[in-house]
């Protein structure tokens, strides 16, 4: 049975652990999904680690990010410590991040909810349909969180 972990934190104003482990149920009923819930985006990188070390084969991150130049910066750190896990594991790890200062109120909760979604569906493709899922949707401008922009 293939496991994914989930990890999100209490600093987001917004559970998109919720509704993206809904949307990977939704999608692989069979999966066994392990959440792991820490205070912010700095202490998402170990984790994650951990749930790899226990036998996840994919992870989904949902980071979020306040507005200040510091929280900016505490992303930066994030980002590379997500990145080095992925090459150190060989397995994906999913970012799914929201900035607070991407919008404001329910819209800024809507593009939290629909990214958690759209990159839990991402998820799904990779591990149920192999490295060529996501192949047909290349170049087609998809975004998460905010409407398609379309191919040039």
């Known amino acids: 049975m293939v496991c994914i972990g989930v990890v999100d934190t209490t600093f987001a104003r917004v ?7 809904q949307e990977l149920k939704r ?3 069979a999966l066994k999904i392990k959440r ?3 205070p912010g985006i700095k202490d998402i990188a170990v984790a994650a680690k951990k ?4 036998g996840c084969d994919a992870i989904i991150t949902l980071g979020w990010v306040g507005p200040t130049q510091t929280d900016k910066f505490s992303y930066l750190a994030y980002s590379i410590a997500i990145q080095q896990l992925q090459i150190t594991y060989g397995k994906h790890i999913i970012d799914v991040t929201v900035h607070e200062d991407e919008a404001q109120g329910e819209k800024l909760k809507e593009v939290a909810i ?5 990159h839990a569906r991402n998820l799904a493709l990779l591990i149920t ?3 060529n899922a996501l192949t047909p949707l290349a170049g087609t401008g998809q975004r998460q969180g905010w409407p398609d922009v379309g191919p040039l």
């Open 36 to 38: 792991y819930t820490v």
């Open 51 to 54: 749930l790899l070390d226990e």
């Open 114 to 118: 629909n990214r958690a979604r759209e």
């Open 15 to 21: 559970d998109m652990a919720k509704h993206a482990i």
């Open 129 to 131: 349909k192999g490295p």
């Open 27 to 29: 999608l692989v009923p």
